[in-house]
């Protein structure tokens, strides 16, 4: 079963978009390990799905900024300006717009402040800042350094797709399980019989003769039956009951 799970990220492997969407964080002021992934609905905004965050530490205080990719520019677009309507829609105030950089919106809401634009096929801002004088500078920063750097390949994938993948991973598995299932064997293969192994001698007896014996002397024991003599011998003791003895 692992192996089947192995073999199956190997063929689907995942986009590198993600890690594009990243390294587009300015590292000035950024806290180390500080960037996460908001899957779908993020900051309570229904839609607002695959929302990366950051925390920067700015003027001793920390502030959270946020970045999403959208497939079109019109779309972050929108979805911006469907963002402000929400804040508004909960008591927030818009204190200023095309600050601090053009297109954006600097909204109160309670004590917090938010900062919402986009550019390009991003939606960016900052979220739920102490003041309004810190989250000026990060959309600045964000602005120049992605000019510097190309923008990744939209290979993200959507949310539908994820869910797919994961039901056919999910359902490969279950197959790969219930096949381990159903082969499964609890007793195990029965151990051989083995029994002792035995050697037999030829049996060079003569049929009809009964118990006959033969001794023959000499220095070996087929030189007494070298020569027609010792042959014709060796039949008159094959005659002769087994007491006696042959001698040459």
Not at 17 to 22: K, W
Not at 61 to 77: H, V
Not at 176 to 190: F, L, N, Q, R, S
Not at 216 to 221: E, Q, T, V, Y
Request: aromatic letters at 8%; hydrophobic letters at 40%; one cysteine or more.
């Amino acid at each position: 079963m692992d192996s089947l799970a192995r073999a199956f990220i190997r063929s689907r492997p995942m986009p590198k978009a993600a890690i594009g969407e990243r390294d587009l964080f300015p590292k000035a002021g950024l806290v180390e390990n500080s960037i996460r992934l908001i899957p779908a609905d993020a900051f309570g905004v229904a839609g607002l799905e695959r929302v990366f965050t950051a925390t920067y530490a700015v003027g001793g205080a920390e502030i959270t900024a946020f970045l999403s990719r959208r497939a079109t520019p019109q779309e972050a677009l929108d979805l911006s300006r469907s963002y402000v309507d929400f804040l508004r829609a909960y008591g927030g105030e818009v204190k200023a717009t095309d600050q601090p950089v053009p297109g954006a919106a600097l909204v109160a809401v309670l004590d917090m402040y938010e900062v919402i634009f986009s550019q390009g096929p991003f939606l960016a801002g900052v979220h739920e800042a102490p003041d309004r004088t810190r989250p000026s500078c990060w959309p600045q920063n964000w602005q120049q350094s992605s000019r510097r750097r190309p923008v990744p390949a939209d290979d993200a994938l959507s949310r539908r797709e994820f869910i797919g993948r994961a039901a056919k991973a999910g359902a490969c598995l279950v197959a790969a399980g219930a096949i381990a299932y159903a082969t499964h064997d609890p007793a195990g293969p029965v151990p051989a019989v083995v029994g002792p192994q035995t050697t037999a001698l030829p049996d060079f007896s003569i049929p009809g003769l009964g118990k006959k014996m033969c001794i023959a002397r000499g220095p070996s024991a087929f030189g007494p039956f070298s020569s027609p003599c010792r042959r014709w011998a060796a039949s008159r003791c094959l005659s002769t009951r087994a007491t006696g003895s042959c001698s040459r």
